[in-house]
């Protein structure tokens, strides 16, 4: 059996790839996480979520597969 809450792997190479839908389904992956680490005194602060979604594509952009 599979387990839904991983990205599948197409998507991710996709994404290392540089299409916008495929970066966007890994960010929507990631929304709760990223929610979750923005809060700042019991808020989400705007500012950090943004910085986190930028770091965020930034890496996948950046990585590399090991071949």
Known sequence: MRNKKL????VIEK??????EAID?????YIPRIKYLSKYQGHIND???ERLKAQLIKAILQFHFGR
């Open 7 to 10: 990205i599948p792997f197409g």
């Open 15 to 20: 994404a290392v790839a540089g299409e916008p």
């Open 25 to 29: 389904i890994v960010l929507k992956h």
């Open 47 to 49: 500012d950090i979520q």
